[in-house]
Every structure is written in structure tokens, then in C-alpha cells.
């Protein structure tokens, strides 16, 4: 009976750590989810250092543009073009903010939190959301 219950803690260990560690992750662009128009299918996840987002423009009109003051120190400038699928390797810990360009006033944003480093959590407070996006950046940065 020990035995069987040392394989199960060991089981649930090893599938709890493994989900804890995101891995490259998908985000559609979407021009309805549900309710919500224009949107990302994600608006937070958490990825580690070295680790993918994929972009994948799934209905046109949308692109992903890092928002200036919204990424750690560093980090360069990333804006995609319109329609087209894209990616993005993180290297940098920290907190990243990103809209679709065109509507970004709708709401359209999201962020992606590195290797669980928070330190650039101010400078994500003091981004200048405009629109709908204001209320729905306050949502998210109170869930981070």
C-alpha cells in the first residue's frame, strides 16, 4: 500500500510540475470570442524565459504591437504587420503589454508575464489605455 501511494505522490508531483512551466503558447486574433469583439483568445499568460508566443491572425484586421512603456527594460520595439501570423521569443523577464493597433480602443490588448517577474509592474500601471481598453487593462493588471 506504501508503495502504490509513493507512485501516486510522485505521479501528481510530476504532473503538477509539469503544468507549471507554460511553454510556447497559441493566441488567435480573433474578431469575436464569444460576447467580446476583437480580442485575443488569451488576454494573460505566463510563459518562462526562452519560451514562444504565437500570434495566429485567424480573422484579418489584426496585428500585435508592443506598447511603448509597456516592456521591460530592453526590449525592442515589436509591431507586426496586419493579417499575418507572427511570433515572438521571450528572453527578457518581466511583464508585457500588447494591443492590435487598430483596436486597441475596443479592447483589444493583452499581456504576457516572463518567468514570473513582476518588476515592471508600475510602469505597466502607468500605460495610457485609451477606450474600453482602460477598464479592461485595470481587470487584467489586478489579476497579475
Not at 479592461?136 to 489579476?143: K, R
Request: hydrophobic content about 40%.
Amino acid at each position: 500500500m506504501l508503495k502504490k501511494l509513493l507512485k501516486l505522490s510522485t505521479l501528481i508531483g510530476l504532473f503538477l510540475m509539469s503544468n507549471s512551466f507554460a511553454g510556447d503558447v497559441t493566441i488567435e486574433m480573433l474578431n469575436k470570442l464569444g460576447k467580446e469583439s476583437m480580442v485575443y483568445s488569451e488576454k494573460v499568460v505566463r510563459v518562462e524565459v526562452g519560451d514562444t508566443v504565437f500570434w495566429k491572425a485567424t480573422t484579418k484586421g489584426h496585428n500585435v504591437e508592443f506598447i511603448k512603456g509597456g516592456v521591460p527594460t530592453g526590449v525592442e520595439k515589436f509591431k507586426t504587420k496586419f493579417n499575418q501570423d507572427a511570433q515572438y521569443k521571450f528572453n527578457v523577464p518581466g511583464i508585457y503589454a500588447y494591443w492590435c493597433t487598430p483596436h486597441k480602443s475596443m479592447g483589444m490588448i493583452g499581456f504576457v508575464v516572463v518567468g514570473n517577474d513582476k518588476s515592471n509592474i508600475e510602469e505597466i500601471k502607468k500605460i495610457k489605455f485609451v477606450g474600453k481598453s482602460k477598464k479592461i487593462a485595470a481587470e487584467l493588471i489586478n489579476s497579475l
